[in-house]
């Protein structure tokens, strides 16, 4: 700052307080530099997202399920709560959104069960890092099919 050079000048920033204002731009200058850091690193943290291998989820008995893929990541835990409710509340049982209904479908044809290393619905919550509770009570493999009686 070769104008700082000049008495007056020199004085007049003193006085002023205007020398306040020089830290408060390098403050501002280090923190556009954050900024512009911060910038450059979102894109570069969402590349190396992109290489976290997802799930391979296998579909042994592929089908219409009872919702689209979206919906069905996006809300299944929505539905089968509220299926829960409505069985246990009022007694009202239906296959659209019970979990038996998903396990029938989804259940591995090599382990008989949604669980596992590749289990339909153990290497989804394993990749999205949730707890998958409901096999806590619930049994992961469906029942098997009963006898016709002669």
């Keep these: 700052m070769h104008w700082l050079t000049h008495p007056i000048l020199a004085a007049a920033f003193a006085l002023t307080g205007a020398h306040e204002h020089s830290s408060l731009l390098s403050n501002r ?19 190396a997202a992109d290489r976290v291998p997802k799930p391979d989820i296998i579909i042994d008995k592929p089908g219409q399920c009872v919702e689209d893929t979206a919906t069905m990541r996006r809300g299944h835990p929505d539905m089968l709560k509220h299926q829960r409710d ?12 019970s979990l ?30 949730v707890k998958l509770d409901c096999f806590e009570c619930h049994s992961s493999k469906p029942k098997p099919a009963s006898e016709p009686k002669s």
Excluded: M, N, W
């Design 29 to 47: 200058t280090r923190l556009r530099g954050l900024a512009l850091l911060i910038a450059l690193l979102v894109p570069a943290l969402a590349l």
């Design 100 to 129: 038996k209904g998903c396990i029938e479908c989804h259940a591995s044809t090599k382990t008989g069960s949604v669980l596992g290393d590749k289990g339909f619905c153990q290497s989804c919550h394993d990749y999205a890092s």
């Design 86 to 97: 409505l069985t246990v509340r009022e007694g009202v049982r239906t296959r659209q959104y």
